[in-house]
């Protein structure tokens, strides 16, 4: 199947719109991507035609509802290689990361560690530090590479008989950088340890099968995936799950209530208290059916030209810092200019419409591993254009301009 960008674009109402007198140029999709018109239709369908609770009503609009929330849930089984009762819909990644934390650290004591990367997003570093604080276990990070590459040897000898959780991004929000995600996860696994695997932004640019990962956890949010905001997945395991306490208490999550004692819902549902992200959850099903649709491998290919030709056009810029450079990487480009903060370089480049992320990128281990305190990064997707790669790197060497 051909990939046409055009035709993609016109699927993107957001798209046609100039700033501050130029095309928009959307650069900032590992942030969160834009909606194509599948997704704001289909959410605003749910509410114009069949919007009621899910899952207790017996009336017909409820059914019509709950038919789609639970449809939404297959999608994403489907999409990533799961079971429909292992997927568990959060309000986002973060909060999901946060379920797998609170849950597994019910059952560490002092002493435990957990081993993460120093290309983590803050997402998958502070609920473990929760842990540290609260019941003493250690945190340990990986080594990262000049190139920003993991260091697989460093981080294989750091995985010991204390270990019991290995939390990784597969592929990392700054540096683009796609870690081998099923040799970590098969060396955790030999040392006895539970697996989290932050897919965030794996889960837009590559196809991803949790079974034959082996991870215990996957977790991704929607908006990253042409989806909305709000809601967010947890795959895990089914015997992973079922380990796993509630994370919240209320409604949905019970089997019965009496004044003496409760018992609880199987999973999913026992991780989805009180009325869930209804319209979310469909959007994110319809996000996914949409990108279904399309020529993943081509789409892959296309960004990555994207991002190559930009790098070409820059190869002369020694006043540009090139922050990741680990083969086969994802199309994120993250720099530094020289003389200027980033967060000045993202507000001139949005004089010429390109926007742009600046800032630390919730990752500040990683920004100290590289010496520097922001970034700026220029993420690309499956609606960006070579017109678009052009119309960037022009503006940076004009944006230079003002700092030169």
């Excluded at 999409?79 to 309000?91: L, M, Q, R, S, Y």
């Excluded at 509630?246 to 019970?254: H, L, R, S, V």
């Amino acid at each position: 199947m051909a990939f046409d960008v055009e035709a993609v674009r016109a699927e993107f109402p957001i798209l046609q719109r100039q700033v501050n007198g130029h095309p928009l140029v959307y650069l900032d999709s590992a942030a969160s991507a834009q909606k194509p018109q599948a997704v704001i239709s289909a959410m605003s369908r749910a509410m114009e035609t069949s919007y009621a609770n899910v899952h207790r009503g017996l009336h017909t609009l409820a059914n019509e509802t709950t038919e789609a929330f639970e449809q939404a849930r297959a999608s994403v089984a489907r999409f990533i290689g799961a079971e429909t009762d292992e997927v568990v819909f959060t309000k986002g990644a973060t909060e999901a990361i946060n379920l797998v934390a609170a849950g597994v650290g019910a059952r560490l004591q002092a002493g435990d560690e957990i081993l993460l990367t120093q290309m983590e997003h803050h997402a998958n570093i502070v609920p473990w530090h929760f842990l540290r604080e609260r019941l003493g276990v250690v945190l340990r990070f990986a080594p990262v590479t000049d190139t920003g590459e993991l260091d697989l040897a460093a981080m294989g000898e750091m995985i010991g008989p204390r270990t019991r959780v290995v939390a990784f991004s597969h592929m990392s929000n700054v540096l683009g950088t796609i870690n081998p995600a099923a040799e970590i996860i098969a060396m955790a696994k030999a040392a006895g340890a539970l697996t989290l695997v932050d897919g965030c932004q794996a889960v837009v640019h590559q196809m991803v099968d949790v079974k034959a990962l082996d991870a215990n956890f996957y977790v991704f949010s929607g908006h990253k995936l042409y989806g909305p905001t709000g809601i967010g997945v947890l795959y895990g395991k089914r015997e992973r799950l079922e380990e796993l306490p509630p994370y919240q208490g209320g409604g949905e999550m019970i089997a019965t209530v009496t004044e003496d004692a409760i018992t609880y819902a199987d999973s999913p549902h026992r991780f989805e208290a009180g009325t869930p992200a209804i319209i979310e959850a469909i959007g994110l099903g319809a996000a996914i059916e949409w990108l279904n649709g399309l020529d993943r491998p081509a789409i892959a290919a296309h960004e990555s030209a994207l991002y190559a030709r930009v790098l070409d056009q820059l190869s002369g810029a020694n006043w540009l810092r090139v922050i990741g450079e680990a083969p086969g990487k994802g199309a994120i480009l993250s720099f530094t200019m020289e003389g200027a903060h980033a967060h000045d370089v993202a507000q001139i480049l949005d004089r010429y419409g390109v926007a742009v992320r600046a800032g630390a990128h919730c990752a500040e281990p990683l920004m100290r591993r590289f010496g520097v305190t922001s970034s700026a990064r220029a993420s690309f997707g499956l609606y960006n254009t070579e017109a678009e790669a052009d119309a960037f790197a022009a503006a940076l060497f004009k944006t230079q301009t003002f700092f030169g």
